[in-house]
């Protein structure tokens, strides 16, 4: 990736009174959470993913935010970010 593709977080909205969802892909594509909390937490992840590929910051403080994030995509089924994140969390640059 180049520095001028420097992403942005997921957009982030409130479905209802209880419900959150993360748009993860193109103009459609929520992905449902059960808390505002979980909701920013996965939409952290391309920034995070694009700060561990291009080595922005590194160390166990971005190794423990990979980790939360990829327990988070765990969580809502997004096996495949989730195992990609947890990868590149217990890579020897962050931890």
């Not at 694009?50 to 166990?60: A, D, F, K, L």
């Amino acid at each position: 990736m180049k520095a001028s593709a420097r992403p942005q977080p997921f957009p982030v909205r409130k479905v209802g009174d209880r419900k959150w969802e993360v748009l993860i892909a193109d103009r459609d594509t929520w992905l449902p959470c059960e808390t505002e909390h979980d909701a920013r937490i996965v939409a952290r992840a391309p920034v995070l993913e694009y700060e561990s590929v291009e080595r922005t910051r590194t160390g166990p403080v971005i190794a423990a935010e990979l980790e939360q994030v990829a327990d988070a995509l765990a969580k809502h089924g997004m096996g495949f970010g989730a195992r990609f994140l947890h990868r590149r969390a217990a890579k020897p640059a962050f931890t």
